[in-house]
């Protein structure tokens, strides 16, 4: 277990040992064996997916009414990094799947949720989110993406970036301007699978996130019902802007399962590999390098804890704090899966260890929901206010 | 309608390194704990019989005797699937063998009267193998160990249990106690749901005098094995290495080694 019990106020309870142990053994038996062929292959294991879901992990933190499983955000830390440790993508698109789901049961009426949250939570329907453009990133109230309001129907068009499940999810959640420039001007819809003028681009070739897929969303003249609109006219940024930081702890936590399992690997590795006549684990050099990766990730795990702690107390500082975390946890993890790569040698950079896949995945996570350096705008503007 | 038992036990995890405590002869059961994993298999028989319909079960209960930190392989079962638990604890049990193991679970056994009782082969910790056949002799009823394949018909079961040369095809009737092997099934994961739920699962707790079972014949009292010493056992030759430079020479080498050997 990569989970300790902690002592207050870090502490797990019994329930949640349980949860991150399920989650956890659910990895180490159908998540790990595959990961490295799922990346060659570029394959999405939806099967696998679906089997999670089965145990709840298709909407962790949605309400229980219409399907989801009720955990707290904490919870879905432990059960990210629990995947991640079989495979830092498979995770990952659990996460944003779940991002997806959450904001139609958090923000949808009941009518809305009846509708797709049982599909989504079974992931017989998977779920995609789309803000991200070509000339809009992190600064969402710059999206050009139009919705035009035509009788009972928005007329949608535009195109979104680098959307991951673009092609296999029946569900999109996008982001459009129904109103001015600005983040008032912003709403939030539905748009499924087959509804005409949705399409895709090209899957995208990536250094790592191979084994879900990523592609461009093309909304040409896509007629899309009034019912599928998300909460009001004009409040898709705050849905959007909700959404961040949960995303955020998601990414990082699905980072920690990747660290921890190049952790875990090395260790191993160390004690077996023998040079000069011994296991290369006994060379101080090696001991201190393995204490340190120990410890960063113990000082990861901890501030993201209390980060996801923060969101669900409702803290005001969360929005600072999930972006700290974001922020540290996936530079730390980075760094401590190069080191695993380093210390396992010219077998590190073959593909069959699974180490350099788990390095090429990790370093998406520097860079998406928000890069680090847009993490460092949000705290510096939090903590100084806009100089 | 049919009534499951299932056996559990709460051991030490497997991560944790098991040691005796050489003052009591008795294993150091401290540190993280978790379900017996060979139970998990038994949970899992009873529920696919369950859900199969092989059966007509109409309940699934886990029985565990152990100390207060049992409840949790309790709850552990009923996020499992089943339906209720009842834990025997008391200070009095402590120490007990496996016959007064066994005799405490026959008495539980015997207050629930159900039509089969099904355990794990073996626990993580004792591994002593010999629970279910000593709770089988207590009730008087056929016992089968090291069972990896349960068919039903009626009320008789035919099962295959591993023998040490292949298989022994068994036919009981019911009632029975049949411990499994972990290669009868793959047990499931528990949801999250049933995860959370699991407290809210009846659990019925019991003293020695609430299940009217006899002091005298567990714990130190009643115990017949009496731990002596211990010594490591001894260390295993090293292996002969053989390098595949050429495979058909290879398989001729070892091929050669397992004859002289009369393995084959």
Not at chain 1, 46 to 73: K, N, P, Q, W
Not at chain 2, 137 to 156: H, S
Not at chain 2, 225 to 254: F, M, N, R
Request: proline residues 3%.
């Amino acid at each position: 277990m990569s989970t300790v019990s902690g002592t207050a106020p870090f502490h797990l309870d019994d329930d949640q040992r349980e949860i991150a142990a399920m989650a956890r053994q659910f990895a180490d038996d159908r998540i790990a064996p595959g990961a490295v062929e799922w990346d060659e292959e570029k394959h999405l294991p939806v099967d696998v997916l679906r089997e999670a879901a089965e145990l709840g992990l298709g909407a962790i933190y949605c309400d229980e009414e219409f399907g989801g499983s009720g955990m707290t955000r904490l919870d879905s830390a432990l059960i990210f990094e629990a995947l991640g440790t079989g495979c830092p993508t498979i995770a990952a698109y659990t996460s944003i799947h779940n991002m997806a789901t959450w904001m139609i049961d958090t923000f949808g009426d009941d009518e809305q949720r009846a509708k797709w949250i049982p599909g989504l939570a079974s992931m017989e329907t998977l779920g995609a989110y789309c803000l991200t453009e070509a000339g809009a990133g992190s600064d969402a109230a710059g999206l050009a993406t139009t919705a035009r309001l035509d009788g009972d129907h928005y007329v949608l068009n535009g195109a979104k970036q680098f959307i991951s499940g673009a092609g296999v999810a029946g569900v999109y959640v996008i982001m459009a301007r129904t109103g001015d420039k600005g983040p008032k001007g912003i709403t939030a819809f539905v748009v499924e699978d087959g509804t005409e003028g949705l399409s895709f681009g090209k899957q995208e070739h990536k250094m790592g996130w191979r084994a879900q897929p990523t592609a461009s969303v093309n909304l040409d003249d896509c007629r899309v019902p009034v019912a599928n609109r998300l909460g009001e006219e004009g409040g898709g940024f705050r849905i959007a802007m909700a959404g961040l930081d949960g995303g955020r702890l998601n990414i990082a936590a699905c980072s920690m399962g990747g660290a921890q399992s190049a952790l875990e690997k090395t260790i191993q590795y160390v004690g077996e590999r023998e040079q000069f006549g011994q296991p290369i684990g006994r060379f101080q050099s090696i001991q201190f390098s393995i204490a340190d990766m120990a410890t960063e990730l113990e000082m990861a795990r901890t501030f993201l804890w209390r980060a996801a702690s923060a969101l669900d107390a409702k803290d005001p500082d969360k929005t600072r704090l999930c972006a700290m975390a974001k922020r540290t946890v996936t530079d730390i993890t980075i760094e401590v899966a190069d080191k695993a790569l380093q210390l396992h040698g010219g077998y590190g950079y073959l593909s069959e260890y699974g180490l350099e896949k788990i390095v090429r995945d990790l370093r998406a996570h520097q860079i998406i929901e928000g890069t680090n350096e847009v993490m460092r705008v949000i705290v510096a503007r939090d903590i100084m206010g806009r100089v | 309608m049919t009534k499951i038992v299932v056996l559990v036990k709460e051991v030490p995890d497997a991560a944790v390194q098991k040691q005796v405590d050489s003052s009591t002869g008795r294993l150091d059961r401290s540190g993280e704990k978790t379900l017996n994993p060979f139970d998990t298999h038994a949970i899992e028989a009873a529920l696919q019989l369950k859900e199969s319909g092989a059966l007509d079960v109409d309940e699934v209960v886990a029985v565990t005797v152990g100390p207060s930190s049992a409840v949790k392989a309790l709850h552990k079962a009923v996020s499992l699937g089943a339906d209720r638990s009842i834990h025997l604890t008391d200070d009095a049990l402590v120490g007990s063998d496996v016959v007064g193991t066994g005799y405490a679970l026959a008495e539980l056994i015997k207050r629930e009267s159900p039509d089969l009782v099904l355990a794990g082969q073996q626990s993580d910790d004792g591994q002593s193998y010999a629970v279910g056949a000593a709770v089988a002799e207590y009730l008087g009823w056929p016992g089968l160990t090291q069972v990896i394949k349960l068919d039903v018909d009626g009320q008789t079961l035919t099962c295959e249990r591993q023998a040490e040369y292949g298989y022994d095809t068994v036919k009981v009737t019911l009632p029975a106690v049949i411990s499994v092997g972990d290669a009868i099934n793959e047990p499931r994961y528990p949801s999250l749901k049933a995860i959370m739920g699991a407290k809210k699962k009846p659990l019925e707790s019991l003293s020695l005098g609430d299940a009217e079972i006899d002091a005298s014949k567990v714990g130190e009292a009643g115990r017949k094995a009496v731990w002596t010493g211990s010594q490591e056992p001894p260390a295993k030759a090293a292996g002969e290495l053989i390098e595949d430079e050429d495979t058909a020479e290879t398989v001729e080498k070892i091929v050669a080694w397992l004859d002289d050997r009369k393995l084959i």
